[in-house]
C-alpha cells in the first residue's frame, strides 16, 4: 500500500464510541496493518502511560498505544514489560492487534511491534520494527504527535516496498490516526531496595522459594510444578523433551538464585501487582512478576482482564 492510497483508505474507517454526553471527547481509532501475509483493520484502541519506577524498557516514562481488531483493555498495557504477556495472547489468536511505544517527550523514536498469530504456529515471532525521524518528515514519522491533559491525538503512515514472499513475518504497512484518552500506569505503594530487604518481603521470599525448589527439580517434581505452579514453565515451548526442559529449568533456577542472593534487587509494588528487578551488572537486568488474589501473593501476571 503507497502512502497516498493509505491515507485516501484511512477515511473509510472510522469508530466513534457510544454517543456519551457526559464526554465531549469520544475515542476516535482508523488503521491499518499489514504484516506478512495478514491484513488487520484496526478499529479499537487503548493508551496508557507508564512512569518507568521499575527501570526496564529504558527507565524512563513510555507511552504504549494498543491498537487492536476488537475491544481491548488498557489493563494489558500494565507492568514493566507487558509485552511478553501480549505475544502469549496473540500466539493463541486472542489478540490480534499492534503495540506502538514511544518516549512522549522524544517521538522522533517509535517502537512497533505485530501481534497477531504466527502463519506457522511452530515459526518465529513476528519481528519488531524501530522507525526514526531525524531533521524532517518521512517513513516513520509522526504526521501528528499530541500528547496533553492525558489525551493521545497521533497519525503516523509507513510502508515498505519489499520483493520478498508474502509469508514473510515482517511489517509491510502501517498507517492509523487515533484521538484516545491515556490511562496513567497504577501507582506505586511499596518501593524496596536492596538485598537483605527484598528477600525479606513476601514476594521476595516466595521468589526464593520457587527458585530453591526448581534449582532441584526431578520428572516427579516437573508434573507437580506444571499442576500447581503453570507460571514457572510457560514462557518455554511444550514441544521441548522433558530431559531438555529438567536442564534448562534448573539452570535457569541456579543463575535466578545467584542474582536473589546478590545486592542489586528492587521491588516496585502496585496495589495487587509487583516486580521483583535483578539488576546482574553490566546494564542487565531480569525480573520477575507477581499479583495478590485473595490476600496471597503468586509468581506471574494477573488473569486476563
Given at each position: 500500500m503507497g502512502v497516498l492510497a493509505a491515507r485516501a483508505a484511512l477515511a473509510a474507517w472510522v469508530l466513534v464510541a457510544?454517543?456519551?454526553?457526559?464526554?465531549?471527547?469520544?475515542?476516535?481509532v482508523r488503521g491499518e496493518l499489514a504484516s506478512g501475509r495478514q491484513r488487520l483493520v484496526l478499529t479499537h484502541g487503548a493508551a496508557l502511560l507508564h512512569d518507568g519506577a521499575e527501570g526496564l524498557d529504558g527507565g524512563g516514562p513510555r507511552l504504549r498505544l494498543l491498537l487492536s481488531v476488537a475491544p481491548v483493555d488498557s489493563a494489558l498495557l500494565q507492568g514493566?514489560?507487558?509485552?511478553?504477556?501480549?505475544?502469549?495472547?496473540?500466539?493463541?489468536?486472542?489478540?490480534?492487534?499492534?503495540?506502538?511505544?514511544?518516549?512522549?517527550?522524544?517521538?522522533?523514536?517509535?517502537?512497533?511491534?505485530?501481534?497477531?498469530?504466527?502463519?506457522?504456529?511452530?515459526?518465529?515471532?513476528?519481528?519488531?520494527?524501530?522507525?526514526?525521524?531525524?531533521?524532517?518528515?518521512?517513513?516513520?514519522?509522526?504526521?501528528?504527535?499530541?500528547?496533553?491533559?492525558?489525551?493521545?491525538?497521533?497519525?503516523?503512515?509507513?510502508?515498505?516496498?519489499?520483493?520478498?514472499?508474502?509469508?514473510?513475518d515482517d511489517i509491510r504497512s502501517l498507517a492509523f490516526q487515533v484521538d484516545l484518552p491515556v490511562q496513567p500506569e497504577p501507582a506505586v505503594t511499596a518501593r524496596v531496595e536492596g538485598g537483605d530487604a527484598v528477600r525479606a518481603t513476601p514476594q521476595g521470599r516466595l521468589a526464593l522459594e520457587r527458585a530453591r525448589t526448581v534449582a532441584s527439580l526431578d520428572a516427579a517434581g516437573l508434573a507437580r510444578l506444571r499442576a500447581q505452579d503453570p507460571a514457572a514453565v510457560a514462557p518455554l515451548p511444550p514441544e521441548i523433551p522433558e530431559a531438555q526442559l529438567l536442564e534448562?529449568?534448573?539452570?535457569?533456577?541456579?543463575?535466578?538464585?545467584?542474582?536473589?542472593?546478590?545486592?542489586g534487587l528492587l521491588l516496585v509494588e502496585r496495589g495487587d501487582r509487583a516486580v521483583l528487578v535483578i539488576n546482574e551488572g553490566e546494564g542487565l537486568r531480569s525480573w520477575i512478576s507477581f499479583h495478590r488474589r485473595d490476600g496471597v501473593w503468586r509468581i506471574g501476571e494477573p488473569p486476563v482482564p
Open positions: 457510544p454517543a456519551n454526553a457526559a464526554d465531549p471527547h469520544p475515542a476516535i514493566g514489560l507487558p509485552q511478553l504477556r501480549l505475544q502469549e495472547l496473540s500466539r493463541g489468536g486472542a489478540l490480534r492487534a499492534v503495540l506502538v511505544e514511544v518516549d512522549p517527550a522524544a517521538p522522533e523514536q517509535v517502537q512497533i511491534s505485530p501481534l497477531l498469530p504466527p502463519v506457522n504456529r511452530s515459526g518465529p515471532e513476528m519481528a519488531s520494527l524501530s522507525l526514526y525521524r531525524s531533521g524532517g518528515p518521512g517513513p516513520g514519522a509522526f504526521e501528528k504527535f499530541s500528547f496533553h491533559a492525558r489525551r493521545l491525538r497521533a497519525a503516523l503512515t509507513y510502508t515498505r516496498e519489499s520483493s520478498g514472499p508474502p509469508e514473510a534448562l529449568l534448573r539452570g535457569l533456577a541456579a543463575d535466578q538464585l545467584r542474582g536473589l542472593s546478590g545486592t
